[in-house]
Protein backbone atom coordinates (compact mmCIF):
# COMPACT_ATOMS: atom_id res chain seq x y z
CA UNK A 1 0.00 0.00 0.00
CA UNK A 2 1.76 3.42 -1.24
CA UNK A 3 -1.12 5.82 -2.18
CA UNK A 4 -4.54 6.22 -0.11
CA UNK A 5 -7.48 8.35 -0.79
CA UNK A 6 -9.72 9.95 1.66
CA UNK A 7 -12.91 10.36 1.08
CA UNK A 8 -13.79 12.68 3.30
CA UNK A 9 -13.82 16.42 4.45
CA UNK A 10 -13.13 18.47 7.77
CA UNK A 11 -11.04 17.36 10.96
CA UNK A 12 -11.73 13.30 9.95
CA UNK A 13 -9.45 13.83 6.72
CA UNK A 14 -6.61 15.41 8.39
CA UNK A 15 -6.70 13.35 11.44
CA UNK A 16 -6.25 10.36 8.34
CA UNK A 17 -3.62 12.00 6.63
CA UNK A 18 -1.71 12.71 9.43
CA UNK A 19 -1.26 9.17 10.27
CA UNK A 20 -0.81 8.11 6.48
CA UNK A 21 1.84 10.63 6.05
CA UNK A 22 3.30 9.64 9.72
CA UNK A 23 3.72 5.84 7.90
CA UNK A 24 5.21 7.23 4.42
CA UNK A 25 2.18 6.99 2.91
CA UNK A 26 1.12 8.96 -0.26
CA UNK A 27 -2.64 11.18 0.21
CA UNK A 28 -5.22 12.19 -2.01
CA UNK A 29 -7.40 14.32 -0.87
CA UNK A 30 -11.78 15.16 -2.89
CA UNK A 31 -13.44 18.13 -2.07
CA UNK A 32 -16.02 20.13 -3.23
CA UNK A 33 -15.51 23.59 -4.89
CA UNK A 34 -17.39 24.90 -1.36
CA UNK A 35 -14.17 22.80 0.26
CA UNK A 36 -11.28 24.22 -1.74
CA UNK A 37 -9.68 26.52 0.74
CA UNK A 38 -9.89 23.51 3.19
CA UNK A 39 -7.15 22.38 5.34
CA UNK A 40 -7.38 18.68 3.84
CA UNK A 41 -6.97 19.81 0.71
CA UNK A 42 -3.64 21.58 1.52
CA UNK A 43 -2.24 19.12 3.84
CA UNK A 44 -2.92 16.30 0.41
CA UNK A 45 0.03 15.43 -1.37
CA UNK A 46 -2.86 15.54 -4.31
CA UNK A 47 -6.29 17.07 -4.48
CA UNK A 48 -8.97 16.35 -6.94
CA UNK A 49 -12.52 18.61 -7.06
CA UNK A 50 -15.08 16.07 -7.18
CA UNK A 51 -18.35 18.48 -7.80
CA UNK A 52 -20.43 21.09 -6.12
CA UNK A 53 -21.54 21.59 -2.42
CA UNK A 54 -24.49 19.72 -1.43
CA UNK A 55 -22.58 16.24 -0.17
CA UNK A 56 -25.01 14.46 -3.24
CA UNK A 57 -22.97 16.19 -5.83
CA UNK A 58 -19.34 15.52 -4.44
CA UNK A 59 -18.68 13.48 -1.08
CA UNK A 60 -21.39 11.31 -1.77
CA UNK A 61 -20.60 10.31 -5.60
CA UNK A 62 -18.76 6.66 -5.76
CA UNK A 63 -18.38 5.96 -8.59
CA UNK A 64 -16.64 9.20 -9.63
CA UNK A 65 -14.29 8.79 -6.07
CA UNK A 66 -13.48 5.17 -7.14
CA UNK A 67 -13.03 6.89 -10.82
CA UNK A 68 -10.46 9.02 -9.60
CA UNK A 69 -8.79 6.58 -7.27
CA UNK A 70 -7.81 3.94 -10.42
CA UNK A 71 -6.97 7.66 -12.55
CA UNK A 72 -4.55 8.63 -9.64
CA UNK A 73 -3.59 4.91 -9.07
CA UNK A 74 -4.72 4.77 -5.15
CA UNK A 75 -3.98 1.57 -3.43
CA UNK A 76 -6.86 2.13 -0.60
CA UNK A 77 -9.49 4.26 0.21
CA UNK A 78 -10.31 5.47 3.62
CA UNK A 79 -13.87 6.91 3.95
CA UNK A 80 -13.43 8.29 7.73
CA UNK A 81 -17.24 8.85 8.96
CA UNK A 82 -20.44 9.60 7.66
CA UNK A 83 -20.89 9.90 3.68
CA UNK A 84 -19.60 6.93 2.19
CA UNK A 85 -18.24 4.98 5.25
CA UNK A 86 -21.05 2.68 6.30
CA UNK A 87 -22.22 2.37 2.38
CA UNK A 88 -22.74 -1.14 1.69
CA UNK A 89 -22.19 -0.53 -2.16
CA UNK A 90 -19.32 1.63 -1.74
CA UNK A 91 -17.36 -1.28 -0.27
CA UNK A 92 -18.02 -3.82 -2.65
CA UNK A 93 -17.41 -1.29 -5.41
CA UNK A 94 -13.76 -0.99 -4.10
CA UNK A 95 -13.59 -4.45 -3.92
CA UNK A 96 -14.54 -5.30 -7.32
CA UNK A 97 -12.02 -2.61 -8.47
CA UNK A 98 -8.98 -4.30 -6.46
CA UNK A 99 -8.80 -1.11 -4.36
CA UNK A 100 -8.80 -2.00 -0.41
CA UNK A 101 -11.64 -0.28 1.53
CA UNK A 102 -9.97 0.68 4.87
CA UNK A 103 -12.91 -0.89 7.06
CA UNK A 104 -14.56 -4.23 7.48
CA UNK A 105 -16.08 -6.27 4.61
CA UNK A 106 -19.30 -5.48 3.12
CA UNK A 107 -21.23 -8.43 4.67
CA UNK A 108 -20.14 -6.61 8.32
CA UNK A 109 -21.18 -3.12 7.18
CA UNK A 110 -24.60 -4.52 6.12
CA UNK A 111 -25.81 -6.44 9.15
CA UNK A 112 -24.67 -3.82 11.30
CA UNK A 113 -26.41 -0.74 8.90
CA UNK A 114 -29.76 -2.50 9.80
CA UNK A 115 -30.37 -2.12 13.67
CA UNK A 116 -32.70 -5.46 13.30
CA UNK A 117 -30.44 -6.98 10.87
CA UNK A 118 -27.89 -6.55 13.84
CA UNK A 119 -29.73 -7.74 16.66
CA UNK A 120 -31.34 -10.69 14.80
CA UNK A 121 -27.60 -11.75 14.18
CA UNK A 122 -26.41 -10.94 18.33
CA UNK A 123 -29.40 -12.77 19.60
CA UNK A 124 -27.70 -16.27 19.37
CA UNK A 125 -24.55 -14.72 21.44
CA UNK A 126 -26.64 -14.23 24.67
CA UNK A 127 -26.05 -10.39 24.82
CA UNK A 128 -28.32 -8.48 26.88
CA UNK A 129 -30.75 -6.11 24.51
CA UNK A 130 -32.87 -3.71 25.28
CA UNK A 131 -36.71 -4.98 25.93
CA UNK A 132 -38.71 -4.18 22.20
CA UNK A 133 -39.87 -5.66 19.05
CA UNK A 134 -36.94 -7.07 16.86
CA UNK A 135 -38.75 -6.64 13.87
CA UNK A 136 -40.40 -3.65 11.57
CA UNK A 137 -43.39 -2.68 12.93
CA UNK A 138 -46.40 -3.47 10.20
CA UNK A 139 -49.13 -3.89 12.47
CA UNK A 140 -50.01 -1.02 14.66
CA UNK A 141 -52.58 -3.08 16.59
CA UNK A 142 -49.78 -5.60 17.68
CA UNK A 143 -47.00 -3.10 17.93
CA UNK A 144 -49.44 -0.71 19.99
CA UNK A 145 -50.35 -4.43 22.32
CA UNK A 146 -46.14 -5.16 22.47
CA UNK A 147 -46.04 -1.62 23.81
CA UNK A 148 -48.56 -1.96 26.58
CA UNK A 149 -46.47 -5.08 27.74
CA UNK A 150 -43.05 -3.60 28.11
CA UNK A 151 -44.36 -0.13 29.23
CA UNK A 152 -44.61 3.40 28.12
CA UNK A 153 -42.56 5.41 27.47
CA UNK A 154 -40.87 3.63 24.46
CA UNK A 155 -39.06 4.53 21.72
CA UNK A 156 -39.87 3.98 18.02
CA UNK A 157 -36.68 3.61 15.85
CA UNK A 158 -35.35 3.94 12.28
CA UNK A 159 -33.75 0.63 11.77
CA UNK A 160 -31.36 2.36 9.34
CA UNK A 161 -30.83 5.28 11.39
CA UNK A 162 -27.89 7.07 12.76
CA UNK A 163 -26.07 10.51 14.36
CA UNK A 164 -29.49 10.31 16.51
CA UNK A 165 -31.89 11.01 13.57
CA UNK A 166 -35.22 8.87 13.22
CA UNK A 167 -36.39 8.48 17.04
CA UNK A 168 -39.26 9.52 19.09
CA UNK A 169 -40.23 9.15 22.24
CA UNK A 170 -44.16 7.58 22.77
CA UNK A 171 -45.50 8.74 26.18
CA UNK A 172 -48.66 6.60 25.70
CA UNK A 173 -50.88 4.70 23.74
CA UNK A 174 -52.85 7.71 22.81
CA UNK A 175 -49.84 9.47 20.37
CA UNK A 176 -48.59 6.15 19.44
CA UNK A 177 -50.10 5.68 15.84
CA UNK A 178 -49.07 9.35 14.70
CA UNK A 179 -45.57 9.09 16.47
CA UNK A 180 -45.36 6.46 14.50
CA UNK A 181 -46.21 7.73 11.10
CA UNK A 182 -43.94 10.57 11.69
CA UNK A 183 -41.31 8.17 12.48
CA UNK A 184 -42.08 6.22 9.31
CA UNK A 185 -41.51 9.70 7.59
CA UNK A 186 -38.76 10.83 8.55
CA UNK A 187 -36.69 7.35 8.34
CA UNK A 188 -37.91 7.25 5.04
CA UNK A 189 -36.63 10.98 3.73
CA UNK A 190 -33.20 10.80 6.04
CA UNK A 191 -32.12 7.21 4.98
CA UNK A 192 -34.04 5.84 2.15
CA UNK A 193 -35.50 3.26 4.27
CA UNK A 194 -39.11 3.33 6.42
CA UNK A 195 -38.21 0.37 8.66
CA UNK A 196 -38.95 1.17 11.96
CA UNK A 197 -39.44 -1.05 15.64
CA UNK A 198 -39.75 -0.52 19.01
CA UNK A 199 -37.45 -0.17 22.23
CA UNK A 200 -38.57 0.26 25.55
CA UNK A 201 -37.71 3.61 25.88
CA UNK A 202 -34.73 3.16 29.31
CA UNK A 203 -35.45 6.25 31.90
CA UNK A 204 -31.92 7.68 32.65
CA UNK A 205 -28.90 5.57 30.87
CA UNK A 206 -25.50 5.96 30.51
CA UNK A 207 -24.21 5.77 26.72
CA UNK A 208 -21.02 2.99 26.87
CA UNK A 209 -19.50 2.04 24.24
CA UNK A 210 -17.03 -0.68 23.61
CA UNK A 211 -14.27 0.31 21.09
CA UNK A 212 -12.64 -2.96 19.23
CA UNK A 213 -9.98 -3.90 16.59
CA UNK A 214 -10.22 -7.34 14.40
CA UNK A 215 -7.41 -8.53 12.33
CA UNK A 216 -7.84 -10.90 8.91
CA UNK A 217 -7.21 -13.66 11.31
CA UNK A 218 -9.80 -14.01 13.66
CA UNK A 219 -7.80 -11.97 16.42
CA UNK A 220 -10.22 -9.20 18.61
CA UNK A 221 -9.24 -7.41 21.23
CA UNK A 222 -11.31 -4.30 22.80
CA UNK A 223 -9.62 -1.18 23.80
CA UNK A 224 -11.88 -0.71 27.30
CA UNK A 225 -14.93 1.90 26.95
CA UNK A 226 -15.45 5.46 26.01
CA UNK A 227 -18.94 7.17 28.24
CA UNK A 228 -20.75 9.77 25.80
CA UNK A 229 -23.71 10.40 27.61
CA UNK A 230 -23.81 14.03 27.26
CA UNK A 231 -25.57 14.71 24.20
CA UNK A 232 -28.27 16.99 22.80
CA UNK A 233 -31.01 15.68 20.29
CA UNK A 234 -29.56 12.24 21.26
CA UNK A 235 -26.30 13.22 19.83
CA UNK A 236 -22.95 12.70 21.64
CA UNK A 237 -21.14 16.34 22.33
CA UNK A 238 -19.03 14.85 25.40
CA UNK A 239 -16.94 12.04 25.33
CA UNK A 240 -14.37 10.78 28.07
CA UNK A 241 -12.59 7.17 28.81
CA UNK A 242 -12.53 5.74 31.13
CA UNK A 243 -16.31 6.07 32.45
CA UNK A 244 -16.62 7.06 35.93
CA UNK A 245 -19.19 4.45 36.80
CA UNK A 246 -17.95 1.13 35.11
CA UNK A 247 -16.23 -1.46 37.62
CA UNK A 248 -13.25 -3.52 36.36
CA UNK A 249 -16.03 -6.50 36.31
CA UNK A 250 -18.63 -5.00 34.47
CA UNK A 251 -15.85 -3.28 32.40
CA UNK A 252 -14.37 -6.86 31.54
CA UNK A 253 -18.33 -7.99 30.89
CA UNK A 254 -18.90 -5.65 28.40
CA UNK A 255 -15.52 -5.97 26.39
CA UNK A 256 -16.36 -9.86 26.35
CA UNK A 257 -19.89 -8.84 24.82
CA UNK A 258 -18.54 -6.14 22.70
CA UNK A 259 -16.32 -9.16 21.20
CA UNK A 260 -18.93 -11.28 20.48
CA UNK A 261 -20.82 -9.03 18.89
CA UNK A 262 -17.48 -8.12 16.26
CA UNK A 263 -17.29 -12.00 16.05
CA UNK A 264 -21.16 -12.59 14.95
CA UNK A 265 -20.38 -10.54 11.66
CA UNK A 266 -17.01 -11.66 11.07
CA UNK A 267 -15.85 -7.96 11.70
CA UNK A 268 -12.77 -7.20 10.27
CA UNK A 269 -10.71 -3.12 11.58
CA UNK A 270 -11.74 -1.06 13.80
CA UNK A 271 -15.34 -0.47 15.22
CA UNK A 272 -17.72 0.08 17.74
CA UNK A 273 -20.34 -1.53 19.92
CA UNK A 274 -22.61 0.57 21.70
CA UNK A 275 -24.52 -0.13 24.91
CA UNK A 276 -26.78 1.53 27.11
CA UNK A 277 -26.21 0.76 31.02
CA UNK A 278 -29.52 1.44 33.19
CA UNK A 279 -29.19 2.97 37.28
CA UNK A 280 -29.10 -0.28 38.16
CA UNK A 281 -25.63 -1.35 35.82
CA UNK A 282 -27.46 -3.62 33.90
CA UNK A 283 -26.34 -3.19 30.29
CA UNK A 284 -28.06 -3.74 26.92
CA UNK A 285 -26.71 -3.75 23.14
CA UNK A 286 -27.61 -0.63 20.87
CA UNK A 287 -26.05 -0.93 17.84
CA UNK A 288 -22.36 -1.37 16.12
CA UNK A 289 -20.69 1.40 14.32
CA UNK A 290 -18.54 -0.61 11.53
CA UNK A 291 -16.24 2.43 11.19
CA UNK A 292 -13.95 4.94 13.08
CA UNK A 293 -15.89 6.83 15.77
CA UNK A 294 -16.10 11.12 16.08
CA UNK A 295 -14.30 10.21 19.46
CA UNK A 296 -11.59 7.84 18.83
CA UNK A 297 -8.93 9.94 20.43
CA UNK A 298 -10.30 9.62 24.30
CA UNK A 299 -9.21 5.72 23.25
CA UNK A 300 -6.28 6.57 21.63
CA UNK A 301 -5.23 8.77 24.60
CA UNK A 302 -5.66 6.28 27.11
CA UNK A 303 -4.26 3.00 25.32
CA UNK A 304 -1.27 5.23 23.66
CA UNK A 305 -2.53 3.76 20.33
CA UNK A 306 -2.66 5.44 16.82
CA UNK A 307 -6.61 3.72 15.65
CA UNK A 308 -6.07 4.78 12.14
CA UNK A 309 -2.85 3.44 12.16
CA UNK A 310 -3.77 0.00 13.43
CA UNK A 311 -6.86 0.40 10.74
CA UNK A 312 -4.32 0.83 8.12
CA UNK A 313 -2.21 -2.48 9.41
CA UNK A 314 -5.02 -3.97 9.42
CA UNK A 315 -6.37 -3.60 6.16
CA UNK A 316 -2.46 -4.59 5.13
CA UNK A 317 -3.39 -7.99 5.96
CA UNK A 318 -0.84 -7.90 9.04
CA UNK A 319 -1.64 -9.43 12.27
CA UNK A 320 -2.74 -7.54 15.92
CA UNK A 321 0.68 -6.76 18.07
CA UNK A 322 -0.92 -7.40 20.88
CA UNK A 323 -2.91 -9.37 23.08
CA UNK A 324 -6.01 -8.74 25.20
CA UNK A 325 -3.61 -8.81 28.41
CA UNK A 326 -1.50 -6.34 26.76
CA UNK A 327 -3.55 -3.49 27.07
CA UNK A 328 -4.00 -1.49 29.86
CA UNK A 329 -6.03 1.73 30.79
CA UNK A 330 -3.13 4.71 31.30
CA UNK A 331 -5.17 8.01 32.78
CA UNK A 332 -8.13 9.98 31.71
CA UNK A 333 -9.32 11.68 28.56
CA UNK A 334 -12.67 14.05 27.67
CA UNK A 335 -13.57 15.26 24.17
CA UNK A 336 -15.63 17.82 23.27
CA UNK A 337 -17.20 18.02 20.01
CA UNK A 338 -16.68 21.72 18.71
CA UNK A 339 -20.21 22.33 16.53
CA UNK A 340 -21.28 25.60 14.57
CA UNK A 341 -24.01 25.60 17.17
CA UNK A 342 -25.52 28.28 19.17
CA UNK A 343 -26.09 26.42 22.74
CA UNK A 344 -28.38 29.79 23.66
CA UNK A 345 -30.52 29.08 20.90
CA UNK A 346 -31.50 25.23 20.69
CA UNK A 347 -28.15 23.95 19.18
CA UNK A 348 -29.35 24.99 16.11
CA UNK A 349 -26.68 25.43 13.36
CA UNK A 350 -24.52 28.68 13.43
CA UNK A 351 -23.25 29.17 9.92
CA UNK A 352 -20.72 32.18 9.21
CA UNK A 353 -17.51 33.64 8.35
CA UNK A 354 -14.67 33.06 10.82
CA UNK A 355 -12.99 36.30 11.67
CA UNK A 356 -11.09 34.53 14.36
CA UNK A 357 -10.07 31.42 15.29
CA UNK A 358 -6.80 30.14 17.45
CA UNK A 359 -6.53 26.97 18.68
CA UNK A 360 -5.22 25.85 22.41
CA UNK A 361 -1.76 24.22 22.94
CA UNK A 362 0.27 22.57 25.51
CA UNK A 363 1.21 19.58 27.25
CA UNK A 364 -2.40 17.20 27.34
CA UNK A 365 -4.13 19.33 24.96
CA UNK A 366 -4.94 17.80 21.44
CA UNK A 367 -7.18 19.44 18.90
CA UNK A 368 -8.49 17.74 15.81
CA UNK A 369 -9.49 20.80 13.52
CA UNK A 370 -10.39 20.78 9.99
CA UNK A 371 -10.92 24.59 9.52
CA UNK A 372 -9.23 27.89 9.75
CA UNK A 373 -9.28 31.37 10.01
CA UNK A 374 -10.79 33.93 7.17
CA UNK A 375 -13.00 30.54 6.08
CA UNK A 376 -16.83 30.25 5.75
CA UNK A 377 -18.47 27.37 7.84
CA UNK A 378 -20.64 25.94 5.10
CA UNK A 379 -24.31 24.92 5.38
CA UNK A 380 -24.21 21.71 3.37
CA UNK A 381 -22.46 19.53 6.04
CA UNK A 382 -22.31 18.55 9.58
CA UNK A 383 -21.53 21.75 11.52
CA UNK A 384 -18.63 19.90 13.07
CA UNK A 385 -15.55 22.26 13.16
CA UNK A 386 -13.15 20.69 15.33
CA UNK A 387 -12.19 18.13 18.59
CA UNK A 388 -10.71 19.54 22.00
CA UNK A 389 -9.16 16.69 23.31
CA UNK A 390 -7.22 17.08 27.11
CA UNK A 391 -5.26 14.18 28.84
CA UNK A 392 -3.93 13.88 32.14
CA UNK A 393 -3.33 11.26 35.12
CA UNK A 394 -6.63 12.04 37.06
CA UNK A 395 -10.45 12.96 35.61
CA UNK A 396 -10.30 15.81 37.73
CA UNK A 397 -6.87 16.91 36.27
CA UNK A 398 -7.99 16.53 32.63
CA UNK A 399 -11.37 18.28 33.17
CA UNK A 400 -9.20 21.32 34.36
CA UNK A 401 -7.06 21.27 31.05
CA UNK A 402 -10.11 21.05 29.53
CA UNK A 403 -11.32 24.42 31.33
CA UNK A 404 -8.35 26.39 30.65
CA UNK A 405 -7.98 24.77 26.91
CA UNK A 406 -11.64 26.06 26.18
CA UNK A 407 -10.52 29.89 27.51
CA UNK A 408 -7.79 29.25 24.97
CA UNK A 409 -9.69 28.50 22.11
CA UNK A 410 -10.57 32.13 20.54
CA UNK A 411 -13.56 31.86 18.01
CA UNK A 412 -15.47 35.23 16.71
CA UNK A 413 -18.22 35.22 13.71
CA UNK A 414 -20.15 32.01 14.88
CA UNK A 415 -21.21 30.52 17.78
CA UNK A 416 -19.84 27.24 19.23
CA UNK A 417 -20.24 24.23 21.76
CA UNK A 418 -17.48 25.28 23.80
CA UNK A 419 -18.92 27.97 26.68
CA UNK A 420 -21.33 24.56 26.94
CA UNK A 421 -18.68 22.48 27.23
CA UNK A 422 -17.37 24.85 30.11
CA UNK A 423 -20.50 24.73 31.56
CA UNK A 424 -20.61 20.87 31.73
CA UNK A 425 -16.83 20.65 32.70
CA UNK A 426 -17.80 23.32 35.99
CA UNK A 427 -21.33 21.33 37.03
CA UNK A 428 -21.19 19.35 39.89
CA UNK A 429 -23.11 16.33 38.30
CA UNK A 430 -20.40 15.80 35.99
CA UNK A 431 -17.60 16.52 38.46
CA UNK A 432 -18.71 13.93 40.46
CA UNK A 433 -19.58 11.60 37.70
CA UNK A 434 -23.12 11.63 38.05
CA UNK A 435 -24.79 12.09 35.28
CA UNK A 436 -26.91 9.94 32.18
CA UNK A 437 -28.11 11.31 28.81
CA UNK A 438 -30.71 13.50 30.27
CA UNK A 439 -27.85 16.24 31.38
CA UNK A 440 -28.68 18.95 29.00
CA UNK A 441 -32.66 18.22 29.55
CA UNK A 442 -32.31 18.34 33.30
CA UNK A 443 -29.59 20.74 34.51
CA UNK A 444 -28.41 22.74 31.04
CA UNK A 445 -30.92 25.66 30.14
CA UNK A 446 -29.70 28.86 27.75
CA UNK A 447 -30.69 31.11 30.90
CA UNK A 448 -27.82 29.98 32.99
CA UNK A 449 -25.38 30.15 30.05
CA UNK A 450 -26.17 33.40 29.64
CA UNK A 451 -26.06 34.49 33.14
CA UNK A 452 -23.19 32.55 33.76
CA UNK A 453 -21.52 34.93 30.59
CA UNK A 454 -22.72 37.77 31.62
CA UNK A 455 -21.32 37.64 34.92
CA UNK A 456 -18.24 36.74 33.20
CA UNK A 457 -18.51 39.57 31.47
CA UNK A 458 -18.76 41.76 34.37
CA UNK A 459 -15.59 40.10 35.85
CA UNK A 460 -13.57 41.16 32.46
CA UNK A 461 -15.61 44.76 32.77
CA UNK A 462 -13.83 45.14 36.63
CA UNK A 463 -10.74 44.01 36.06
CA UNK A 464 -10.11 46.24 33.03
CA UNK A 465 -11.41 49.01 35.00
CA UNK A 466 -8.95 47.83 37.95
CA UNK A 467 -6.28 47.98 35.40
CA UNK A 468 -6.93 51.47 33.78
CA UNK A 469 -6.82 52.73 37.33
CA UNK A 470 -3.76 51.05 38.43
CA UNK A 471 -2.85 52.61 34.96
CA UNK A 472 -4.04 56.13 35.50
CA UNK A 473 -2.26 55.67 38.47
CA UNK A 474 1.38 54.57 36.94
CA UNK A 475 1.15 57.40 34.65
CA UNK A 476 0.36 60.10 37.53
CA UNK A 477 3.23 58.64 39.18
CA UNK A 478 6.28 61.02 37.49
CA UNK A 479 3.93 64.41 38.71
P1 LIG B 1 -20.38 8.73 16.30
O1 LIG B 1 -21.43 7.72 15.94
O2 LIG B 1 -19.06 8.53 15.61
O3 LIG B 1 -20.25 8.90 17.75
P2 LIG B 1 -22.24 10.62 15.19
O4 LIG B 1 -23.39 9.79 15.65
O5 LIG B 1 -22.25 12.06 15.49
O6 LIG B 1 -20.87 10.11 15.79
O7 LIG B 1 -22.06 10.37 13.64
C1 LIG B 1 -20.86 10.72 12.98
C2 LIG B 1 -21.14 11.33 11.65
O8 LIG B 1 -21.77 10.43 10.80
C3 LIG B 1 -21.99 12.55 11.66
O9 LIG B 1 -21.49 13.37 10.64
C4 LIG B 1 -23.37 12.03 11.33
O10 LIG B 1 -24.15 13.03 10.74
C5 LIG B 1 -23.02 10.94 10.37
N1 LIG B 1 -23.88 9.78 10.38
C6 LIG B 1 -23.88 8.78 11.28
N2 LIG B 1 -24.74 7.82 10.95
C7 LIG B 1 -25.31 8.21 9.80
C8 LIG B 1 -26.30 7.65 8.92
N3 LIG B 1 -26.86 6.47 9.14
N4 LIG B 1 -26.65 8.34 7.83
C9 LIG B 1 -26.08 9.53 7.58
N5 LIG B 1 -25.14 10.10 8.35
C10 LIG B 1 -24.77 9.46 9.44
P1 LIG C 1 -27.82 6.30 16.40
O1 LIG C 1 -27.69 5.29 15.33
O2 LIG C 1 -28.55 7.50 15.99
O3 LIG C 1 -26.49 6.57 17.05
P2 LIG C 1 -28.46 4.78 18.82
O4 LIG C 1 -29.33 3.60 18.87
O5 LIG C 1 -27.01 4.54 18.94
O6 LIG C 1 -28.76 5.59 17.49
O7 LIG C 1 -28.93 5.79 19.95
C1 LIG C 1 -28.44 7.10 20.08
C2 LIG C 1 -28.80 7.67 21.44
O8 LIG C 1 -30.22 7.69 21.63
C3 LIG C 1 -28.28 6.88 22.62
O9 LIG C 1 -26.96 7.21 22.96
C4 LIG C 1 -29.26 7.27 23.71
O10 LIG C 1 -28.98 8.53 24.25
C5 LIG C 1 -30.57 7.36 22.96
N1 LIG C 1 -31.28 6.07 22.99
C6 LIG C 1 -31.25 5.10 22.05
N2 LIG C 1 -32.03 4.05 22.40
C7 LIG C 1 -32.55 4.34 23.60
C8 LIG C 1 -33.45 3.65 24.49
N3 LIG C 1 -33.97 2.46 24.20
N4 LIG C 1 -33.78 4.27 25.66
C9 LIG C 1 -33.28 5.50 25.97
N5 LIG C 1 -32.45 6.18 25.17
C10 LIG C 1 -32.08 5.63 24.00
MG1 LIG D 1 -25.32 5.19 17.97
Redesign the pocket.
Given at each position: MKKILVANRGEIAVRIMSTAKKMGLKTVAIYSTIDRNSPHVKMADEAVCIGEGPSNQSYLLADKIIEIAKKLQVDAIHPG??FLS?NVDFAIACEANSITFIGPNSHAIEIMGSKLAAKETVKAYNIPMVPGLDEAITDIAKAKKVANTIGFPVLIKAS?????KGMRIVEDESEFESQMNRAISEATN??GDGSVFIEKYIASPRHIEIQILADQFGNIVHLFERE?SIQRRH??VIEEAPSSVLSDTIRKQMGEAAIKVAASCNYVGAGTVEFLLDENLNYYFLEM?TRL???HPVTESITGLDLVEMQICIARGEKLPFQQSDLKIKGHAIELRIYAEDPLNDFLPSIGFLEEYKLPNGKGIRVDNGIDEGMDVPIYY?P?LAKLITYANTREEAIQLMINAIHNYKVKGISTTLSFGKFVMEHNAFKEGRYDTNFVKKYYNSELLKKQHQEEAEIAAYIALQKYLEDQKQLKLPN
Open positions: YGEAGGGGAFCQKNQVEDM
